[in-house]
């Protein structure tokens, strides 16, 4: 009667002495099983007897040392490379000299570019100069 409290219907409910399982089911499951588990076992005997016969094959002599640098060259010193580097791209930065003379192109040091720059930048700004915004 409890089960009826429940509020399952009676098809549900198992009637009295009747498993909830089947036994049938239950043993055909575990010869199953043990059947799959003795034939994988025996196949891997079989296996392992048929491979213990195989001789295994001579191992390859090493391969010879290669005589030349294959990678990059290292650093020696970085912070004296780095140093260098620098160096040379200050002088860039700071240096004058014609690019290409025919085209007009010089290199001129960055602080005269950035004045150069201002400058240009407040023609363009002037009224009357020919500027988009006038």
Same mark, same amino acid.
Do not use: N, Y
């Given at each position: 009667?409890a089960?009826?409290?429940?509020g399952?219907?009676?098809s549900?409910l198992p009637?009295?002495?009747?498993?909830?399982i089947?036994?049938?089911a =239950?043993? $055909? $499951?575990?010869i199953?099983?043990l059947v799959?588990?003795?034939? *994988?076992?025996?196949?891997?005997?079989?296996?392992?007897?048929?491979? *213990?016969?195989?001789?295994?094959?001579? *191992?390859?002599p090493? /391969?010879p040392?290669?005589t030349?640098k294959?990678?990059?060259p290292?650093?020696?010193?970085? *912070? =004296?490379?780095?140093?260098? =580097?620098?160096a040379?791209e200050?002088r860039? =930065?700071? /240096?004058?000299?014609?690019?290409?003379?025919? $085209?007009?192109? $010089?290199?001129?040091?960055?602080?005269?570019?950035?004045?150069?720059?201002v400058k240009r930048?407040?023609r363009?700004?002037?009224?009357?100069?020919g500027?988009p915004g006038?």
């Amino acid at each position: 009667m409890a089960e009826e409290d429940r509020g399952l219907p009676s098809s549900l409910l198992p009637e009295a002495g009747e498993a909830d399982i089947s036994t049938k089911a =239950l043993i $055909a $499951a575990v010869i199953i099983f043990l059947v799959v588990v003795i034939v *994988a076992s025996a196949g891997t005997w079989l296996l392992i007897k048929s491979w *213990a016969h195989i001789e295994p094959t001579p *191992a390859l002599p090493p /391969s010879p040392q290669p005589t030349t640098k294959v990678g990059p060259p290292l650093q020696i010193a970085p *912070a =004296l490379d780095l140093q260098a =580097l620098r160096a040379r791209e200050d002088r860039l =930065l700071r /240096s004058t000299e014609w690019i290409d003379r025919d $085209a007009g192109i $010089a290199r001129i040091p960055i602080e005269d570019a950035m004045a150069l720059l201002v400058k240009r930048t407040k023609r363009k700004d002037e009224p009357g100069t020919g500027h988009p915004g006038d």
